[in-house]
């Protein structure tokens, strides 16, 4: 049972106000809508249709990867195998395919394997075990990539014959990319669950205090069990929409450095490594920030490998902005 007390401490970390949106989005807002008009200047293709339709369809992966992190961020936790996960996932799902199994039954069996994986092994150990968060799911992004790299002997497995897969990456629904409808109805799926359910307020409770969470009722364990869960659960959707896109499996080079760039994009979207604070609205305008970024390096004629330390130089700028907001 939640208190009045929990329920009012857990509204005040959710931002409602105009006044409270603008301080935590402004910054990121600012700078991808600056990005985004300086590359309408100098570059003609920018603004065409295909190329808007790209960075979405591009950056949808990363977006549901972005919601499965926010809940562990936002819990005061983090999860360093979110690209594994999908490597594996990926790698199962193909498995799955080349035995037998029918398409759909194969995408919802990936997608449970991956959400007990990660509730079981990373929430279990972390919530029960008393492990860091921090180690745990780093030998984890070890230990998946190379249980994906010895199921598949390393080598990649083709899943263009299967026309669901394929839809789920690649398909059109209503003129627009599945992966980009299927990224936005999670993304309000998710961010229903954290505005408007006893869980999501839970979550903002225990990354904000979390014994203060314990005393008013909450079970913190199994929040962190559910969100790690639902990390694992955002992981294997992302498997199945890249797998798709990709016609097969890639078990050395599929989502490497995902887990990265999803966490920059939550941060930049106003969440905090302290935990408590976060929106999934300020993740995507993170991933937005990042997927217009690469492509305008891209269009830009720069060599590909420099997306890299674009990333990585956002993911410091963005551990800076969360080391500002906390003071």
């Known amino acids: 049972m939640m208190t009045a007390a929990e329920n009012s401490s857990d509204t005040d970390k959710i931002p409602t106000s105009f006044p409270t949106l ?59 195998s979110v690209g594994s996960m ?58 998946l990539r190379g249980a994906a790299l010895v199921i598949s002997n390393g080598v990649p497995a083709s899943t263009f014959m299967w026309d669901p897969v394929q839809w789920v990456g690649d398909g059109v629904v209503l003129g627009l990319p599945v992966p980009v409808v299927l990224a936005v109805l999670i993304g309000l799926l998710g961010y229903a669950v954290m505005r408007w359910t006893r869980f999501g307020r839970s979550v903002y409770a225990v990354g904000g205090n979390e014994t203060a969470a314990r005393l008013a009722g909450i079970n913190v364990a199994r929040v962190r069990v559910a969100v790690y869960g639902i990390s694992a659960a955002c992981a294997g959707v992302s498997a199945i929409m890249l797998t798709g896109r990709l016609t097969s499996s890639q078990p050395v080079s599929a989502a490497l450095g995902l ?13 905090s490594f302290a935990g408590g ?43 800076a902005l969360d080391r500002i907001r906390a003071k």
């Open 86 to 143: 999908t490597a594996l996932g990926g790698v199962f799902l193909a498995e799955l395919l080349t035995s037998g199994v029918g398409a759909w039954p194969a995408i919802f069996l990936t997608i449970a394997a991956c959400t007990i994986l990660g509730a079981v092994v990373n929430g279990g150990l972390i919530a029960y075990g008393g492990f860091n968060f921090f180690v745990v799911t780093l030998a984890m992004m070890q230990l």
């Open 259 to 271: 887990e990265l760039s999803a966490a920059a994009a939550v941060l930049l979207g106003g969440a």
């Open 277 to 319: 604070s976060g929106n999934i609205g300020g993740s995507a305008i993170g991933v937005l920030f990042l997927g217009v970024l690469a492509n305008g390096i891209t269009l830009a004629g720069v060599p590909s490998y420099w997306q890299g330390i674009a990333t990585g130089a956002v993911l410091i700028a963005a551990i």
């Open 22 to 80: 603008l301080r935590r989005y402004a910054g990121v807002g600012a700078a991808l809508v600056a990005l985004i008009v300086f590359l309408s200047l100098t570059q003609e293709n920018f603004l065409k249709y295909n190329n808007i339709m790209n960075i979405l369809r591009t950056n949808s992966v990363m977006f549901v990867a972005a919601v499965g992190l926010t809940f562990v961020i936002i819990s005061q936790g983090l999860d360093l």
